[in-house]
């Protein structure tokens, strides 16, 4: 294995641990306020597509990225309504999303495009050396420069939340509503209104990381493009202990897991490529099942709140 | 003196169902007032109206002398409203000093000035006399200072009014007269304490006044030097009470099931066995008396198979057990009355008649060829059968058992549990918020089961229910056996300081 | 408060399908075309002669399976969201049977579904033994191994079943396809997965150990304080709802699709759950949502003919049902709700007498 090959590597495990990273943020904020949510598939398909097509249309991946969020948000916002003002089970309600968003995506796709459509591509977000003119084979320079504006945007994510759930009195009585919501309300703690800025956040987040893959990652929409990333960012959130570092190492390996597999598909070896496409999900199963039992999420995590429970 | 706090003519109602009618009732500055009833008597609920967690259907609230709304627990904060509930309201995953800073408003700033607050909170705590050890996380400290850190959370947040629900269900005698102390040094600041109990001997020691409440109403207001025991306790509950003591035995068969220096997380004060050594024998009843949280859930869990022990051992019927497995010891005839009705006793999403046969389904009596085909008329039948004989109060057999009255659920256990003639019936907390009807009838029916040939192992926090079907009493302290007692004519005093720990 | 609580569970699942269809015509008028027309070819193809209800049977079938896993998993208090994988896995050792091993005929037939259920089975005991022996979350499981299998089925009719040029398996024998009924689309693979639904109501609600496993699916705790394995019931859970899903993939190929090809069973997994979610969990329920999800599909494309309107309307009006649905039954749940409910019927009531 020569050093090309793994600093190219490297590189893409960090490009690749990006959208994870927006989605794993997207489901800590979403279980620190007591929300299970495992409909982060469906929100990113939507963000997915509202990203491309505004990028489209607007010329600007940027204004696609915010679009992607607003999407997330909207959609979220049934879940928001569903589970904390109705107490529907939060995780039937997630699989709801889970069908309802691609849904509306692959709808909103075909009666953009018409049936017959031909491949539509979008330019992609410009790295930041690009945008500065530097171009260099350094290896750390290219780690540091070579990157979209969203790969920052998710490192001040992790460093924010990181800061926001351990430092801040804000984020103090966050998550006080996510280990024990009564506890919270008897302190005064507006627990219904954070439980609804977090699905904010959560679909705002979900949205970004779907909308990452039409304009940083692939120029192109295609129907079930999250491959699994939704469900994959569950499986970080626990194996990164509910901690915004923990999940970033958490989602770093599974980019690596990613890109590995890329990387060893071109390289064939005379196996079947789909072999290596199973990486980064049996990476998943073998992590959980390492992990074992040991729970450590918020308490109140995946119980509904009612407000006079007798 | 004028009232810090007045309610006048508030009432809540769930549903059809007044939890609280008509309620009037006043608290001065400085005094700890004494509320005072039975379970369900409202108390809980009139708290509820007062910190803004519940809203009341009618009435007003006067606070020193303004009419107030609160509708918010954040209001009711503002307004100098704090409340220790007998379910501690901490956080377990966050540390002392995070529980007492948790949704501070009075401070500027987006980040936690740890310096600042540290400072503040240990003036307040010398003040008192609460002493917490702000680093440590919730589920290291113990109950008492879990209480402290209440009482600080509430005082951080210029309580002038502190309402005490159940302070001392949860603790030592030690620890008792620790709170009195601390109660005694915040009315001396001016602070009022609404003191909610139903411990005689307590509320006539610490309160100034007493309003007895029964049936969600308020039955009167009395000085604390104007009355009595016996006169507060004909109040509550409304009748004289009858000294209806069953005949306790002296001598019981043989041994239905005993344990030999049971360990179980030994470590662990409030939730482990250490060398746990008892019997119970047939036609006995054994009552455990202690503190809630001295490892009598885990005895309870280790005689009917739920949990196996780290170490010693145990005999049932005479023949060691060798597999702890639930289902092991209910083919050994072992019934379990479990401590949590709702979580471990019941399928709340099943009907009254599938819940009084959830054990027998695979029995030839309610089901054909070998647990194929379920007798569905048989089942609904029995059903039926159970219901008359022990009064379960439901619409029909196929009602949902969530919809039931605890009362009623706990009859449907019953019914499932000692049909079968057990020879061991464990019985944990069997009356918790249970009125008082529903608890002579559970009493009876486990009287009843002594004289037919079973042997009782009842586990209790209430003292007096403790005392009045015991033949023999065992007390826990912190996983351990600290003494037996006979329940014929129980010395009170010895077993007492033995529940503390002496 | 039982008829009422009875009606609901029927009358929220219908509103919500009214509902949905509501939003659904909206959008086709949004999109230029006449909803009633729309609505009446959606019908005309799905319904509209025995052949189409053929097809809309034949459609039905493979969803039946996967509902029917959803639904028997989370009876016992799991979600198996792995009835995708388990029905690929199934077709692909059925498909391994039929041509490979050169059997041919009726007890080829058997044996390639037993191999279905098999494979299924064994596919679904992965993540239930995590669930049971690790405590991990069963639903991450059971996803990622939906992409495992999916990916290994490409491994399949990309390279080690791959007959020509295009990426797709060899048929299986014309001896070993299911029979048509009438000579409709609809095959025995449909009698088969009605058999199955009526099994496993009969289990659930006539049985003494079917009684015990929604026991164990609606208050685990309490099952086991009441002597029930509950470990061993999760087990039992994965395994039978993986062997439906295997079986069903095994029909879906030797009944209608006959090799494996790329987007073999896309969906089917996710749309299962929703389907035994509408349906409530009940088995027989599950089948007529599914028929009902299945004539919405075939429907759809002569729909599309007619009016012009994508059939992706069909999806978003699917979709749209159990986003209606699961809401609907948890707002029925509230307590002021109920209160207003009992109300009316109280009402009623003293009206009668």
């Known amino acids: 294995m020569s050093w090309d090959f793994i600093s190219n590597l490297l590189l893409a495990s960090v490009r690749m641990a990006t959208p994870l990273i927006f989605l794993s943020l997207a489901e800590l904020y979403s279980q620190r306020a007591g929300l299970v949510h495992i409909g982060l598939e469906g929100l990113a398909a939507i963000g997915s597509l509202v990203g491309f097509l505004v990028s489209l249309i607007t010329g600007s991946p940027m204004l696609g990225v915010l679009a992607g969020a607003l999407a997330g948000i909207l959609v979220n916002m049934i879940f928001a309504y569903a589970t904390i003002s109705l107490c529907a089970e939060q995780i039937v309600y997630g699989m709801a999303i889970n069908i309802f968003a691609p849904a509306l995506a692959a709808f909103i796709y075909r009666v953009y495009f018409g049936a017959g459509s031909t491949l539509v591509q979008v330019t992609l977000m410009n790295n930041l050396s690009t945008t500065l003119g530097i171009t260099s084979d350094n290896f750390l320079l290219k780690l540091l420069l070579d990157q979209t504006p969203m790969v920052y945007l998710a490192y001040a994510l992790v460093i924010f939340t990181a800061i926001y759930f351990n430092k801040t009195k804000s984020g103090l009585n966050y998550k006080a509503v996510g280990e024990y919501p009564k506890a919270a309300a008897t302190l005064g703690i507006n627990v219904i209104g954070v439980k609804y800025i977090a699905c904010i956040i959560c679909g705002a987040l979900a949205g970004m990381g779907g909308a990452f893959l039409t304009t940083c990652y692939s120029n192109t929409y295609v129907d079930g493009n999250v491959a699994g990333r939704g469900f994959i960012a569950l499986a970080a959130v626990i194996f990164g202990r509910w901690s915004g570092g923990g999940v970033l190492l958490a989602c770093l390996f599974f980019g690596f897991c990613d890109a590995l597999q890329i990387r060893l598909q071109v390289g064939s070896f005379g196996v079947p490529y789909q072999f290596f496409q199973m990486i980064p999900y049996i990476a998943t199963v073998v992590v959980l099942a390492l992990i074992g039992m040991k729970k450590a999420g918020p308490k109140g995590a995946g119980k509904p709140y009612l407000r006079e429970d007798r | ?502 | 408060m039982k008829n009422s609580n009875k009606l609901i569970s029927v009358l929220v699942p219908v509103a919500s399908v009214l509902l949905a269809f509501a939003i659904g015509c909206a959008v086709m008028a949004g999109l230029g075309a006449n909803p009633l027309v729309a609505l009446q070819s959606l019908w005309t193809g799905a319904f509209g002669n025995l052949r189409n209800v053929g097809t809309t049977l034949a459609r039905a079938t493979p969803l039946i399976f996967t509902g029917l896993c959803a639904c028997f998993a989370y009876r016992c208090g799991v979600f198996n969201l792995g009835g995708e994988g388990q029905f690929i896995i199934g077709s692909v050792a059925c498909c391994y049977m039929a041509t490979q091993t050169g059997i041919e005929g009726f007890p080829a037939i058997v044996l390639c579904l037993l191999a279905g259920i098999l494979a299924g089975g064994i596919w679904a005991l992965i993540p239930g033994l995590l669930k049971v022996y690790r405590g991990q979350n069963e639903m991450i499981i059971s996803i990622m191994l939906n992409y495992v299998a999916t990916l290994f089925m490409g491994v399949v009719y990309t390279n080690w079943l791959r007959e020509g040029s295009v990426p797709q398996t060899m048929s299986v024998p014309d001896t070993t396809k299911l029979s048509r009924i009438f000579g409709l689309r609809a095959t025995t693979a449909f009698i088969i997965a009605i058999v199955v639904g009526l099994l496993i109501y009969y289990f659930l609600f006539y049985t003494s150990k079917g009684f015990q496993l929604r026991a164990v699916g609606l208050n685990m705790t309490a099952a086991e304080f009441n002597g029930f394995s509950v470990k061993r019931y999760i087990l039992f859970s994965f395994v039978v709802s993986g062997a439906i899903a295997g079986l069903g993939g095994s029909a879906e190929l030797l009944g209608t699709q006959y090799r494996l090809i790329n987007g073999f069973a896309a969906g089917y997994g996710f749309d299962g759950v929703a389907m035994a979610l509408i349906a409530q969990l009940h088995p027989l329920a599950t089948i007529l949502v599914a028929i009902f999800f299945a004539a919405l599909r075939v429907g759809s494309t002569t729909m599309q003919a007619a009016t012009g309107v994508p059939t992706s309307v069909s999806d978003i009006i699917q979709a749209l049902v159990i986003v209606f649905t699961v809401a609907g039954l948890a707002m029925v749940k509230l307590s002021q709700f109920k209160a207003a409910i009992d109300r009316i019927f109280a009402r009623k009531e003293t009206v009668a007498s």
Do not use: W
């Not at chain 2, 229910?465 to 033949?471: A, Q």
């Open chain 2, 1 to 502: 003196m004028d009232a810090f706090l007045r309610m006048e003519h508030v009432s809540k109602r769930f549903g059809d169902f007044y939890a609280n009618r008509d309620i009037n009732f006043s608290v001065r500055r400085g005094e700890v007032h004494t509320l005072l009833g039975e379970n369900g008597a409202g108390k809980s609920t009139l708290m509820n109206v007062l910190i803004g967690l519940y809203q009341p259907t009618e009435g007003t609230i006067y606070l020193d002398g303004k009419k107030v709304r609160i509708d918010s627990p954040a209001q009711a904060v503002k307004l100098g409203i704090g409340m220790v509930h007998q379910h501690f309201m901490l956080v377990e995953a966050m540390t002392v000093f995070e529980n007492i800073i948790l949704g501070d408003r009075n401070t500027r700033g987006i980040f936690i000035d740890r310096e600042a607050r540290t400072k503040e909170i240990q003036a307040l705590s010398a003040r008192y006399g609460l002493e917490v050890e702000l680093d440590k996380p919730i589920t290291e400290i113990s109950v008492g200072a879990q209480q402290r850190v209440e009482i600080l959370k509430a005082l951080y947040r210029g309580a002038e009014l502190l309402i005490l629900d159940e302070p001392s269900a949860a603790l030592t005698d030690l620890e008792v007269e620790g709170l009195f102390d601390i109660m005694r040094k915040l009315t001396g600041e001016g602070k009022s304490i609404i003191f909610i109990s139903h411990k005689m001997r307590e509320v006539l020691r610490i309160s100034d006044r007493i309003t007895i409440l029964r049936a969600g109403r308020t039955v009167c207001t009395v000085d604390r030097t104007e009355t009595n025991g016996e006169e507060l306790a004909n109040l509550m509950i409304g009748r004289e009470l009858a000294p209806s003591h069953y005949e306790k035995i002296t001598e019981p068969g043989e041994p239905v099931v005993s344990l030999e220096k049971v360990d179980y997380h030994k470590e662990s004060k409030h939730n482990g066995l250490c060398g746990v050594s008892l019997s119970v024998g047939r036609r006995e009843i054994v009552g455990i008396a202690g503190v809630d949280g001295n490892g009598q859930s885990q005895l309870a869990q280790v005689v009917t198979g739920v949990l196996t022990p780290d170490a010693g051992e145990v005999d049932l019927k005479g023949s060691r057990v060798a597999q702890f497995t639930p289902n092991g010891f209910i083919l050994e005839s072992v019934s379990h009355i479990p401590e949590d009705r709702n979580k471990m006793g019941l399928i709340g999403d099943m009907s009254v008649k599938e819940n009084i046969v959830l054990k027998s389904t695979d029995t030839p009596q309610f089901s054909s060829a070998r647990g194929f085909h379920l007798k569905k008329r048989a089942i609904r039948d029995y059903a039926e059968q159970m219901r008359e004989k022990y009064d379960i109060r439901c619409t029909s057999v196929e009602q949902e058992a969530r919809n039931l009255s605890g009362g009623n659920q706990q009859k449907v256990i019953l019914a499932r549990e000692l049909e079968g003639q057990p020879d061991l019936l464990v019985a944990v907390h069997p009356t918790r918020g249970l009125d008082i009807g529903a608890t002579r009838f559970v009493h009876d029916t486990m009287i009843d089961a002594r004289e037919k040939g079973c042997g009782v192992l009842l586990i209790s926090a209430d003292f007096d229910e403790i005392l009045e079907v015991s033949d023999r009493i065992v007390v826990m302290f912190e996983g351990q056996v600290m003494g037996v007692f006979s329940g014929k004519e129980p010395p009170i005093q010895e077993i007492s300081l033995a529940m503390a720990g002496k």
